[in-house]
């Protein structure tokens, strides 16, 4: 990356950023004041990266120019007055590789090109990648042709890594008329697919078969790759057509048609639907341009040249055959759209080194996520270190983080290693990255940029090797505006973001969820399981859920403890506007009228559960399979609860009398 275009219509600050960039080896290919100007120098030569201001002359803006170099595949940072947080959010939308606030030093003008460097060049090495994984894939799959439903099933599983989707249909159009429509295969969990054969479809959308062979497949338009986007999409679904009757029953909001013109001169055709707005781009064509010739020969391969043996109705097939979960996302349950989209995600980046920030609510999973990253990259022998950077006291974190040498302060009376050191070779999980002090920050990006710590006290800089996967609940760009997150370090953290979704945006999991977790809590108290009631589970599916996957837990545990161990599990705590209510008087044996009497009851009923887990590990607080691990607590945290609890030895082995 060392040719740069500056797009800046103030002389002064364009010259300054030539200076800086030249003095640093950097060559420029011009000065560009408008869009309309750089748009031309663009024609004429090709830049590594564009620096550019978001306010500029004419009526287009720097956010507009910066569409089109996302098109074209070239790296840019933008160059602004101000960095507030509605600057920040329109800015994000073009997923820009740095951003430099006037008036800026010579220092983070460098920073800020080398970021935008590291976070470009790693973009599309992991691009290739998984380009080069599927063009492999396509080779293995056409080497070893079935017949055409199950080859439309592999690839399937292979395209989702390039060009995502939720649903994926294909027809081959002999001249004007559909000569042949497959099932299509609904996107059902991470790597499985239902086949929605005629019947299927008939009996979701209630239409008659008879009518669903009658409608139109495709558009004179889809014989070339076309994209649609939300807007495209409305305007083609106003009459009865197939692609219609997709959108409405499954809904999809972006639509790929990908033609493919055989060597027999038959179209085959392959649809892609997305529930996600908008998610198509050149950059899914030109995927699509790179292995045309490949998806063609396993095609062919499948249909081996004999198109009248191709059945002109519609094929039913009722279950595609599943593929096993990954081991590394067992314990993330769920199926929806939203969820699959993160677990593609993390598919994506775990095998390269690249800084992941995970952002999500308080208890939708990071650290659940943060562990697939791990043990699904070629580090995943080595150590996983997770620290909380919100639960450690300003003064210590930089010790807990990098170490001390003895004697580096009042109270070190010996050597520590710290958490960067013990991850070596390994990953280390910051979570809550936006709690973490502002001078510490400035040490954490000099981690992620020279790849070497220095101890509290320490004169030697110590190389290490550590990926580094940070997340937080809070807004960072609103931490940027306010002055308490670093705008270089939040480029830095965020090669690769990604977004973890709401409960109550993915309100199909819940019953999995409760259903996980009702099995899990009955197990440990030793209670029989006789399923969650339909009045339960409406009233969860209902609800708001605002502290997400972790509140729905603590509601079926506490479900559990209060269930006879006879019945179904009912909702024991009524869910209100956001909050769980205390317990009624009815819930409760005997009669209970003050908030001293519900808290005791509440302690009673801890202790029973916390007594009940430690029975079955026979006292056992610490270690593996011990009491603290399977309640999910630190061990010192239980101890704590046992003691404040009057919880003995003789509670736990309940000693005979004499």
């Known amino acids: 990356m060392n040719e740069i275009l500056i797009v800046e219509d103030e002389f002064i600050v364009a010259n300054d950023l030539r200076i800086i960039l030249e ?11 408008s869009v309309k100007e750089a748009l031309e120098m ?21 956010i507009d120019l910066a569409m089109q170099l996302r098109e074209k595949n070239i790296a840019f940072v933008y160059l602004s007055a101000n960095s507030n947080q509605s600057v920040l959010e329109k800015a994000k939308l073009t997923q820009p590789y740095g951003f430099l606030v006037k008036p800026f030093r010579p220092r983070d003008v460098l920073i800020t090109v080398d970021i935008a460097r590291y976070r470009h060049e790693n973009g599309v090495e992991s691009k290739y990648r998984r380009e080069e994984i599927l063009r492999n894939k396509l080779i293995s799959i056409a080497g070893e042709p079935g017949n ?17 989707f939720d649903y994926f249909a294909v027809s081959v159009n002999e001249g004007d008329e559909a000569g042949y429509r497959a099932p299509g295969l609904l996107r059902i969990g991470f790597d499985e697919y239902q086949i929605i054969g005629l019947n299927e479809l008939a009996t979701i959308s209630r239409v008659s078969k008879q009518e669903l062979s009658l409608l139109q497949t495709n558009f004179p338009a889809d014989n070339v790759p076309t994209i649609y986007d939300d807007e495209k999409l409305k305007s083609i679904i106003q009459t009865k057509t197939f692609k219609r009757l997709i959108v409405e029953v499954f809904g999809m909001k972006s639509h790929l048609a990908l033609p493919l013109k055989l060597s027999s001169g038959v179209i085959f055709h392959i649809f892609l639907y997305s529930r996600k707005s908008n998610i198509y781009n050149s950059e899914h064509l030109a995927v699509f341009n790179r292995i045309e010739s490949l998806l063609i020969k396993t095609i062919e391969a499948s249909l081996e040249h004999k198109f009248n043996t191709i059945s002109t109705s519609p094929v039913n097939i009722s279950v595609a055959k599943p593929f096993e979960r990954p081991s590394e996302f067992r314990d993330i349950i769920g199926n929806s759209h939203k969820l699959l989209s993160v677990l593609d995600e993390v598919v994506q980046v775990a095998h390269y080194d690249t800084s992941v920030l995970i952002l999500g609510e308080s208890g939708t999973g990071k650290e659940k996520i943060a562990h697939s990253i791990h043990h699904l990259s070629p580090r995943k022998k080595n150590p996983f270190i997770k620290i909380n950077c919100a639960s450690i006291p300003a003064t210590l974190i930089e010790s807990e983080l990098f170490g001390h040498e003895k004697g580096a302060f009042t109270g070190a009376h010996e050597k520590r290693i710290g958490k960067f050191e013990q991850a070596n070779s390994g990953t280390i999980f910051l979570d809550e990255i936006g709690e973490m002090p502002l001078d510490l920050q400035v040490k954490l990006l000099r981690v992620l940029q020279e790849k ?15 990926r580094i996967i940070a997340a937080t609940n809070k807004n960072l760009e609103e931490g940027i505006s306010k002055g308490t997150f670093r705008l270089d370090l939040y480029y830095r953290l965020s090669v690769f973001p990604i977004v973890l ?3 109550k945006e993915r309100i199909e999991d819940i019953r999995l969820l409760a259903d996980y977790f009702a099995d899990r809590f009955t197990k440990i108290a030793v209670k029989p399981y006789y399923g969650i009631s339909p009045q339960m589970l409406d009233e969860l599916e209902a609800y708001d859920w605002p502290g997400n996957i972790r509140e729905l837990e603590n509601v079926i545990e506490q479900s559990v403890i209060l269930n006879d161990g006879k019945t179904m599990l009912q909702l024991k705590r009524s869910l209100s506007k956001g909050r769980i209510l205390n317990l009624t008087t009815n819930d409760l044996p005997g009669t209970i009228n003050t908030f001293s009497d519900v808290k005791k009851f509440q302690e009673q009923t801890e202790k029973e559960y916390i007594l009940s887990v430690l029975k079955i590990t026979k006292g056992r607080v610490r270690g593996s399979k011990g009491a603290a691990e399977i309640l999910n607590l630190k061990p010192t945290t239980l101890e704590a609860k046992m003691a404040k609890l009057g919880i003995t030895k003789d509670d736990i082995f309940e000693l005979p009398s004499d």
């Open 452 to 466: 070497e710590i220095e101890r509290l006290g320490g004169k030697e800089t110590i190389k290490i090797d550590v």
């Open 23 to 33: 003095k640093a080896g950097y060559s420029i290919s011009g000065i560009a004041a």
């Open 501 to 503: 979704p709401s409960l």
């Open 42 to 62: 663009l024609e004429k030569r090709v830049p590594d990266l564009v620096v550019l201001d978001i306010y500029l002359q004419g009526d287009l803006t720097g």
């Open 148 to 164: 055409l439903e199950n080859t439309m099933t592999q690839i399937c599983s292979v395209l989702q890594t390039c060009i995502p």
